[in-house]
């Protein structure tokens, strides 16, 4: 079996690993993450792979797996192509990775599974907000009745918590390791550990009054520093953008909601942030894209920026024109960045920007609970500048780390 990858950060990305778990039968979300490093060293070691966890097949990583590092598949930037010769024929299948955690095939590019099954269809952020206006629903309750067509409402509601489960495992995690680096080569600092330490000290007080976002921080930087280092994450939308959303969510269970109250009531808070965060992200897969590799970091951390101030703002209590208001801050101010990873690891500036749009999103939410939802630009605006504005970015600014910093910076 012969098998071909074609991804410009397959290493950067951690692809090159992820495809040989995959392909010996691990499942994402209940592989354990130590063992992908052993299993990796195995493979390469004995030059072979027990395929779908059944069939010990020869493979070699150093020629049945080819890193492109300057071509690109046609559908998308992130792809590989999987070639398996059986008796005697050779069966090609090309995979894309479109950001969010989803992989299509080229017949499934630009497709949405089970959208007609739909209650309430929505292709704008307008339509959205006449749609709660004529049903007098919330975003989040409006979300929550189109995902019953699918589901019960405990199993929805189980697999939320279990995401958030993940998240604040997530930050456990990278605050809790050792390791003083990141792994990659740039020697990157670990700073979430001695970030808790320190805020966990009694004797140290933060200067002026923005203690919370000392918090925010951290939950960003762990996050982040867990996905560097080859974690298990939620991609919330994208795992370069994957620090945002648990940092807000932390945020408001901690200083918004308080461990004073119920453990229902913070379920709610959380059911209720994550289905209106996930319906703004759901206007970004339809009308531009989550994908770095498509329009820049406007797209993922743009993205995520803004679904996090809108489930924040539907917490502190926003009527939908509010949370509409808050994502439309939310990547209004984030409107052209680019992607320029260092090394094509996603570290430099990737965990820090992270923690600066965990803090611009709770801005946003809260900036947007100050007025009545009316405002000059709108999400629909907004998302569609992002659109032509990644159309018109050149590519070496769209995470091949051919320029911006990746250029600018010595990686040793």
């Given amino acids: 079996m012969a098998l071909g990858v074609l991804d410009l950060f397959s290493i950067g990305h951690g692809s090159d690993s992820a495809v040989l778990a995959g392909l010996s039968g691990h499942e994402p979300e209940t592989l354990d993450p130590d063992i992908v490093a052993p299993l990796v060293t195995e493979v390469r070691a004995q030059s072979s792979l027990n395929l779908g966890g059944r069939r010990p097949i020869a493979f070699d990583p150093e020629t049945d797996m080819v890193l492109h590092l300057r071509e690109s598949l046609p559908g998308h930037p992130n ?76 199993e929805l509601r189980k697999q939320l918590l279990e995401i958030w489960a993940v998240m604040r495992e997530c930050v456990d995690n990278g605050c809790s390791r050792t390791e003083e680096q990141l792994p990659g080569g740039l020697k990157v600092r670990r700073r979430a550990p001695e970030l808790r330490s320190r805020l966990e000290d009694a004797e140290y007080r933060a200067t002026g009054s923005l203690d919370a976002l000392e918090w925010v921080n951290l939950y960003a930087l762990a996050v982040n520093e867990e996905n560097a280092s080859g974690g298990r994450i939620v991609t919330a939308p994208t795992n370069g953008a994957a620090g945002i959303i648990p940092a807000v969510l932390h945020y408001m269970d901690r200083f918004v909601i308080g461990d004073d109250e119920s453990q229902q009531v913070r379920d709610e808070a959380v059911v209720t942030f994550l289905l209106t965060s996930g319906a703004i992200g759901i206007l970004f897969k339809r009308n531009a894209s989550i994908s770095g590799a498509e329009v820049g970091c406007q797209g993922e951390v743009g993205s995520a920026c803004a679904m996090a101030a809108a489930g924040l703002c ?8 509010q949370v509409e208001n808050a994502a439309e801050i939310g990547l209004e101010h984030n409107l052209g960045l680019t992607c320029d990873p260092v090394g094509g690891l996603f570290q430099v500036p990737c965990i820090e920007r992270n923690a600066i749009a965990a803090v611009k999103a709770i801005n946003a939410a809260r900036l947007s609970m100050h007025g009545d939802g009316s405002h000059r630009v709108s999400l629909d605006q907004a998302i569609e500048t992002m659109r032509q504005t990644g159309a018109d970015m050149k590519s070496k600014y769209k995470e091949t780390s051919l320029g911006g910093l990746a250029v600018n910076v010595v990686e040793c």
């Fill in 79 to 154: 792809g590989m192509r999987l070639s398996a010769e059986v008796a005697g024929s050779v069966i090609e299948r090309d995979y894309y990775s479109i950001g969010g955690g989803f992989v299509v095939t080229e017949d499934e590019m630009g497709g949405e599974s089970d959208v007609s099954r739909d209650r309430f269809h929505f292709s704008s952020a307008d339509e959205l907000l006449a749609l709660c206006r004529d049903n007098e629903l919330s975003i989040a309750e409006l979300i929550a009745l189109n995902e019953r067509q699918r589901q019960d409402e405990s």
């Fill in 314 to 321: 539907a917490v502190l209590g926003g009527s939908p024109e």
